[in-house]
């Protein structure tokens, strides 16, 4: 096995992410790590000459947004009147990150 897939790899990203994995979810990642390799290999095998790389994934550009309409604006004060503490326009909540 690579560096890449080795349990000790996988358990070493995993506490970066700050996730735990039992030694079982580690096994069943790298079966799965395996798994997308052999996919990634399938891809590699593809004939891509004279194919033009693509920015968007359609000949055209479709965009379905509306136009941005003001409408229905509460004001401040309605925004604000239900929020437990606030100051200066702003709704205050408890710090949660150390």
């Known amino acids: 096995m690579t560096e890449g897939k080795s349990k000790e790899y996988l358990r070493h990203l995993a506490h970066q992410c700050m996730f735990d994995c039992s030694d079982d979810e580690l096994d069943e990642i790298q079966e799965e790590f395996v798994i997308l390799e ?47 503490k606030t100051k200066n326009g702003h709704v205050l909540v408890p710090k949660v990150v150390r």
């Open 38 to 84: 052999k996919q990634m290999e399938l891809l590699d095998q593809v004939d891509t000459t004279n194919v033009e790389p693509m920015v968007y994934p359609f000949e055209m550009e479709t965009s379905f947004l509306r136009e941005d309409e003001v409408v229905n604006v509460l004001s401040e004060e309605d925004a604000l009147k239900n929020a437990a």
